[in-house]
């Protein structure tokens, strides 16, 4: 029981990080006019739609690895739990966003939904070969 709660907590503790970082910059990111406050215009902001994804991509590694630095056992699967939940989040907030709205962002969600399960699969990736490595003899 108390190494399903710090896996729980493993898991949780880099959805925070994830949601913090992503917060924070979207906050500074808005506050200073770099990105439009509200919604994204529909056309000419493909650069930043691209500046998103890209930040993201680097604030689900660092969440990745504070759930696998904090996981009590097999950081892989809890990394890999994480993408998924992230997945899941970000798929929910589209269909909720889209049936207000109408669906012309879900594909943008479907994106962050993609980059999710990418990133943790590949930070996944990079521990196996990390712990592989740390192994081995010499």
Not at 63 to 91: D, E, Q, T, W
Request: proline share 4%; glycine share 12%; aromatic share 8%.
């Amino acid at each position: 029981m108390k190494k399903t709660l710090k896996s729980i907590g493993a898991v949780l503790a880099g959805f925070i990080t994830i949601g913090i970082l992503s917060g924070v910059a979207s906050a500074i990111l808005v506050s200073t006019g770099v990105f439009p406050n509200g919604k994204l215009p529909l056309h000419g902001s493909l650069l930043v739609i691209i500046s998103i994804l890209a930040y993201q991509a680097v604030f689900y590694v660092v969440g990745c690895f504070v759930a696998a630095r904090l996981a009590p056992s097999k950081p892989v699967r809890h990394v890999l739990v994480l993408g998924g939940v992230g997945a899941v989040l970000n798929l929910l907030s589209g269909l909720g966003l889209s049936m207000r709205e109408g669906a012309v962002f879900f594909w943008f969600y479907l994106a962050l939904a993609i980059l999710s399960l990418s990133v943790a699969w590949l930070s996944g990736k990079l521990l196996d070969v990390s712990t592989l490595r740390s192994e081995l003899p010499g």
